[in-house]
Nanobody, 111 residues
C-alpha cells in the first residue's frame, strides 16, 4: 500500500516561499497521479494542485501563478513550490498518492 509522507512545512512571512515534499513508497511511483490538498481551520479540505504520471499539472485558481507542482520519479517524490505566500494559504497541506493520504504538514503564513 502506498504511504505518502509530507515534509517542508513551517512558518513564513507573507510574500515568502516554501517547498513541500512528499515521498511515496511503491515500485510503481512513476505511474501514480499525485496531488496536494489543504485544509484551513474551520474549513473543508480543498484541492491545490495535481500532477499526472505523464507530468501534466493542474492548479486551483487561488494558487495559479504562485505554486508549482513537480515530481522526481527517481526519488519517488512530488514537490509543491509555493511562492508569494499569503496569510490565506495557512493550512495543513496533504499529499495524496494513488488514493492514499499522508498525515499532513502545517504551513503558517504570517502577515
Amino acid at each position: 500500500q502506498v504511504q505518502p509522507v509530507e515534509s517542508g512545512g513551517g512558518l513564513v512571512q507573507a510574500g515568502g516561499s516554501l517547498r513541500l515534499s512528499c515521498v511515496a513508497s511503491g515500485r510503481t511511483f512513476s505511474s501514480y497521479n499525485m496531488g496536494w490538498f489543504r485544509q484551513a481551520p474551520g474549513k473543508e479540505r480543498e484541492f491545490v494542485a495535481a500532477i499526472t504520471s505523464s507530468g501534466g499539472s493542474t492548479y486551483a485558481d487561488s494558487v495559479k501563478g504562485r505554486f508549482t507542482i513537480s515530481r522526481d520519479n527517481v526519488k519517488n517524490t512530488v514537490y509543491l513550490q509555493m511562492n508569494s505566500l499569503k496569510p490565506e494559504d495557512t493550512a495543513v497541506y496533504y499529499c495524496v498518492a494513488s488514493g492514499s493520504w499522508g498525515q499532513g504538514t502545517q504551513v503558517t503564513v504570517s502577515s
